[in-house]
């Protein structure tokens, strides 16, 4: 793997270490296969000196993935000169998905409880709109199809999906 001066645990070859596979499976998940291209874009992250770290001023969010790699590269660059901005960042970020939860920007299907939280939702569309819950064998418990009134639905925990079209942005009401 690649040297970096602000990183505990930099190996110019061989197998990745624990800690190196610890940080890979931080940031992209369980099931991701550790290699040296994985481990090397973390180090690319941690090693880093500029104030920028992870490439984001500090009063920026990004998307839970996102943070999720910077909480992988910080497992190996815990003394980073710019920890503290970092974990600021990461908390934001994780913040701004969780809130992003609560609400429909745009066209498509959201799985519940990963990409929306259970809830009632409203829009104001202004032309027609369609939405649609499914169950987990994609068979539809409810849908409705709107010209330009007030719409809303209530997203049950137990539903699997719901998509929407050319309804404008949802918010969650409760």
Same mark, same amino acid.
């Given at each position: 793997?690649?040297?970096?001066?602000?990183?505990?645990?930099t190996r110019a070859t061989g197998?990745?270490?624990?800690?190196?596979?610890?940080?890979?499976?931080?940031?992209y998940g369980e099931n991701t296969?550790?290699?040296?291209?994985?481990?090397?874009?973390?180090?690319?992250?941690?090693?880093?000196?500029?104030?920028?770290?992870?490439?984001?001023?500090?009063?920026?969010?990004?998307?839970?993935?996102?943070?999720?790699?910077?909480?992988?590269?910080?497992?190996?660059?815990?003394?980073?000169?710019?920890?503290?901005?970092?974990?600021?960042?990461?908390?934001?970020?994780?913040?701004?998905?969780?809130?992003?939860?609560?609400?429909?920007?745009?066209?498509?299907?959201?799985? =519940?409880?990963?990409?929306?939280? !259970?809830?009632? +939702?409203?829009?104001?569309?202004? $032309?027609?709109?369609? %939405?649609? #819950?499914?169950?987990?064998?994609?068979?539809?418990?409810d849908n409705n199809f709107s010209?330009?009134?007030? =719409?809303?639905?209530?997203?049950? !925990?137990?539903? +699997?999906?719901?998509?929407?079209? $050319?309804?404008?942005? %949802?918010? #969650?009401?409760?």
């Amino acid at each position: 793997m690649g040297y970096h001066p602000n990183c505990i645990d930099t190996r110019a070859t061989g197998e990745p270490s624990k800690r190196e596979a610890a940080a890979v499976r931080l940031a992209y998940g369980e099931n991701t296969k550790i290699t040296a291209s994985e481990v090397e874009i973390l180090y690319g992250v941690c090693g880093s000196n500029n104030q920028w770290w992870p490439g984001l001023s500090k009063n920026d969010a990004d998307s839970a993935a996102a943070a999720q790699e910077v909480i992988g590269a910080s497992l190996l660059c815990p003394n980073h000169p710019h920890a503290d901005q970092v974990k600021a960042y990461v908390k934001r970020s994780l913040d701004q998905a969780e809130a992003d939860k609560n609400r429909i920007q745009y066209d498509g299907t959201y799985l =519940v409880g990963r990409d929306l939280n !259970p809830g009632t +939702y409203v829009s104001q569309p202004t $032309g027609g709109c369609y %939405w649609e #819950r499914t169950d987990r064998n994609g068979q539809i418990i409810d849908n409705n199809f709107s010209n330009g009134a007030r =719409v809303q639905f209530t997203v049950e !925990p137990s539903d +699997y999906s719901i998509s929407v079209q $050319g309804c404008g942005e %949802w918010s #969650r009401a409760n």
